[in-house]
Nanobody, 126 residues
């Protein structure tokens, strides 16, 4: 499956953005889909994930309550709605996928994912 992330941009603190991850060559409902981010000089970190064929989700503590992951099977796309954005949310955001039905404990591990899209830049100004 090929993944195409989009929707990044520049937004002020407190603003919102919605990232999209479109899948080609595979059905998003058949994959556990994840979002990760990497800020300059930092390691890639887990943001959120949604399990294949399920509504089970997981979030990093830093985004819980502000971000929401969802899946639109008709559009074969996974979304990350980001609200109340903070400057520390500034990063390149990546979507990822695996055929595995990950338990929540393994969702945050980047090695759990087999497919990665290109990143989309999110910049939150203070």
């Amino acid at each position: 499956v090929q993944l195409q992330a989009s929707g990044g941009g520049l937004v002020q603190t407190g603003g919102s953005l919605r990232l999209s991850c479109a899948a080609d060559g595979g059905t998003v409902s058949s994959y556990t889909m994840g979002w990760f981010r990497q800020a300059p000089g930092k390691e890639r970190e887990f943001v959120s994930a949604i399990r294949r064929n399920s509504h089970i989700t997981n979030y990093a503590n830093s985004v819980r309550g502000r971000f929401t992951i969802s899946r639109d099977n008709a559009k074969n796309t996974v979304y990350l709605q980001m609200n109340t954005l903070k400057p520390e949310d500034t990063a390149v955001y990546y979507c990822a996928a695996t055929r595995g039905s990950l338990i929540t404990g393994t969702m945050p591990r980047s090695v759990s994912y087999d497919y990665w899209g290109q990143g989309t830049q999110v910049t939150v100004s203070s």
